[in-house]
Each structure stands twice: as structure tokens, then as C-alpha cells.
């Protein structure tokens, strides 16, 4: 009976090695297809480079560069406040119950909408209801729609994989709830947070669908201009505003209004890929550096 177990135990042993091996070869395989798409991208954009592409003229996508930060920026200053205290809630206040149960299914019927779905929605609510025309910042409320899902999601993940000591001990001390939340729990849950917010800002860089009814595809600015009640203020959130995806889109199915749309597309996407990348980049130095000095405070 011992030798019957021994065999067993050494087969399942076996059969746990090669499904690592599996599952490594396959992580392996689409880590390495990721590096040389994004190399074929950035090289094959850079191939077609001319100087007047880094420029606010014609050929040039500066003013899209700056409308795809712009409106990131503005998407992610509504949907992280909103998406972290929906994730405390979540983690924090809510009860197992019906209620419950309806929030966490209409997160992840929201994460599952497509974007176009959103774009529609946006268009209808933040354009025709509200008499406005196509502007930067009805973009960034449609971007902020389909962010939130992944900063509630990943804010709820985190504060509730972390230690119940952390908890406990800040309640020992005498702080209030609102005061463990804002103080222990949220700091150290936030290398976690981050990642939602860099997923959600890639999902911001690179939109187009909901985009294309709400922000617009055309792009006015005057760079001496900075009255932001003006219509052709860079900073002016109410003025339509074309970002790089929308730019590369157009160039690829109207093409054949610019003679260089092709270089001009393959640069702008060689920019879009490098900037999602520092981006991401830089968030985890941030959240590495934030998961360091939590580790040493402990």
C-alpha cells in the first residue's frame, strides 16, 4: 500500500512539473511575441520618420500627443477617486447581501462593455443632452466610465489581501475606521492600486471607439493662446480635441487625404507605444519605491 501511494505521490509529482513546464513555455512564448510586436511597431514608425512630424502642422502629431495626455490626465482625475473609494466600500463597508451581490455584478458587466458601447452612451448623455458640441472633457467622462471598473476592482483586491494585523492594530490604537482607511490601509494597498490606475491609463492612451463621439476627431489650438474660456486654448477641457489613436484611425481609413498618411500613422503609433510604456515604467518605479519604504516602516 506504501509502494501504491509512493508511485502515486512521484506520478503526480511528474504531471505538476510538466504542466510548470507548460504553463512556463507558454508565458515564455507571449512575453517574447510582446517584445517583438512592440520592436516591429517602434521600428517600423521610426522607419517612415520625417522632422515635421514633431510639429503642430499638418504632417505633425504634437497636438494629438498633448490631447491624448490631456484627456488621460483629466479621465484619471475622475475615475481614481471615484474608483478608490468604490474598492474601499467594497472592501471596507459593504455586507454580503443582495445589495452586494448586484454591485459586483454590475462591475463586471460594466468592464465587459465595449467601448463603443460607451462612446454611444457618451455621446447621448454628455453631447445631445447637454446641447454641447464634441469636446475633451465628455471623452474623458466616457474614458472614466470604462476605467472605473479596473481601479474599483483592483482597490478591493488589495485592501482585502492584506493582513488582518494591519487592521487591527491601527484600531487598537484607538483610530477610527475612516482614519485605519486613510492612514494604514490605503497607503499600504497602494503599490496594488497603481496597477489598476497604469491599466487604466493604457486603456486611456490607446481608446478610439469611445472617443470618436465625444472628444472628436478634430483639433484647433493656438499655443500663444492661454485664455482657457477660449476655444482654442490647449487647456481649455471644452474644446474638441483629436487624441493619437483617433489620429492613426483616420489616417488609416481616409488616408488618401495626405499623401504621407502611412509614415505619418506608423509614426504616431511608434509615439503611442512609447508613451504607454514610460508610463507604465515609471507608475511601477513609483510603486516599487512605495512597497519598499512600506516594507521598512514595518
Known sequence: ??????????HA?????AMTGVFGAVGLFMVAFLILLTGYI???????????????????????????????VLSLLISVPLGI??????????????LLDFLEISIES???????????????????????KWNLFAGALAVSILSLPLITTE?????????????????????????????VLIPAAMPQILTGVIMAAGRGFGEAAALLYTSGQSTVINWSNWNITSPTCPLNPFRAGETLSLHIWVLRTEGSLNANSEAIAGFASAVLVILT????????????????RNQKGK
Request: net charge positive; hydrophobic share 40%; charged share 15%.
Open 277 to 292: 510604456l514610460c508610463v507604465s515604467v515609471i507608475t511601477r518605479r513609483l510603486s516599487d519605491s512605495i512597497r519598499n
Open 1 to 10: 500500500m506504501n509502494k501504491q501511494n509512493e508511485s502515486l505521490y512521484k
Open 110 to 132: 460594466l468592464s465587459s462593455l465595449p467601448s463603443i458601447v460607451i462612446g454611444l452612451f457618451g455621446y447621448l448623455v454628455f453631447i445631445l443632452m447637454t446641447g454641447m
Open 155 to 183: 482597490t478591493n483586491s488589495a485592501i482585502r489581501s492584506l493582513p488582518p494585523e494591519y487592521k487591527e492594530g491601527s484600531l487598537a490604537t484607538g483610530a477610527t475606521l475612516a482614519q485605519t482607511i486613510r492612514h
Open 42 to 72: 517602434i521600428i517600423n514608425g521610426f522607419r517612415g520618420f520625417m522632422p515635421e512630424m514633431l510639429s503642430t502642422g499638418q504632417n505633425g502629431i504634437l497636438n494629438q500627443l498633448f490631447n491624448t495626455v490631456y484627456l488621460v
Open 85 to 98: 473609494g468604490a474598492g474601499v466600500y467594497l472592501a471596507e463597508y459593504s455586507r454580503p447581501g443582495k
Open 13 to 17: 509529482r511528474a504531471a505538476d512539473r
